[in-house]
Nanobody, 115 residues
Framework: QVQLAESGGGLVQAGGSLRLSCAAS????????MGWYRQAPGKQRELVAS???????NYADFGKGRFTISRFSAKNTMYLQMNSLKPEDTGVYYC?????????WGQGTQVTVSS
């Protein structure tokens, strides 16, 4: 059974940095999408950044220039480096892996940015 586990969240002051990790356990084949999403209180979950199976990255406008997504494919691990954090970046961050026919989610990690 595949499970995703996020880590690296926490409390940080505005302007600070955090590095989120997402590690998958279990066997997956042909991961064609890896993504980070976030959900702030009272808001819908939104895409933060993604990386395709071929390595093409995509960022939400709010993250461009501040966030960097990367992966270590051999270990089915994904990262999100977040710099210059703002209070509006506060939320629960979730990782998501997609393979043909399957959609996996982590349990989320809380990121809180204080002003």
């Amino acid at each position: 059974q595949v499970q995703l586990a996020e880590s690296g969240g926490g409390l940080v002051q505005a302007g600070g940095s955090l590095r989120l990790s997402c590690a998958a356990s279990g066997t997956m084949f042909s991961i064609n999408f890896m993504g980070w999403y976030r959900q702030a209180p009272g808001k819908q979950r939104e895409l933060v950044a993604s990386i395709s199976g071929s390595g093409i990255t995509n960022y939400a406008d709010f993250g461009k220039g501040r966030f960097t997504i990367s992966r270590f494919s051999a270990k089915n691990t994904m990262y999100l480096q977040m710099n210059s954090l703002k209070p509006e970046d506060t939320g629960v961050y979730y990782c998501n892996f997609k393979t043909p026919g399957f959609d996996y989610w982590g349990q989320g990690t809380q990121v809180t940015v204080s002003s």
